[in-house]
């Protein structure tokens, strides 16, 4: 396994383990003007829920691998907090904006990877 599918899948346990909905993990390696190899994708109730997400991320990614992200983008307000890792990039919503900004659909040509949630 590439270490950017173990960091993908490390982000989506994170997640799980604060209780995320709906995580997918899209592998957009076969997309060419893709601008990462994964998108891990979930969404959270209310903005603590969403931040408390993006935190576990970061403590969890830290701590198995030592890195941080390069960029992280929404935390004040908590609608959407995307967390770049470069190859990896965290998208966490709370569930009205996902709904909206349909990320999913919109990388709809990727393969999905199963993530089969522990809780």
């Known amino acids: ?6 960091l993908a899948r490390l982000a989506a346990q994170a997640i ?5 909905l709906d ?5 957009l390696r076969n997309i060419p003007s893709a601008p990462a190899e994964f998108f891990v994708i979930a969404s959270g ?3 603590s829920h969403v931040s408390a997400m993006s935190d576990a991320v970061h403590e969890t990614i830290k701590k198995a691998t030592g890195l941080n992200p390069s960029k992280v983008e929404g ?5 959407w907090i995307l967390m770049d890792y470069f190859d990896v990039v ?5 569930k009205e904006k996902r709904d909206f900004y349909r990320l999913d659909q919109l990388w709809e040509d990727s393969n999905k990877i199963t993530f089969e949630s522990q809780s």
């Open 23 to 27: 995580i997918s993990i899209l592998d």
């Open 45 to 47: 109730n209310v903005p």
């Open 90 to 94: 965290v998208h966490i919503f709370q």
């Open 1 to 6: 396994m590439k270490e950017s599918e173990v």
């Open 16 to 20: 799980d383990n604060k209780k995320g």
């Open 75 to 79: 935390y004040q307000n908590a609608e």
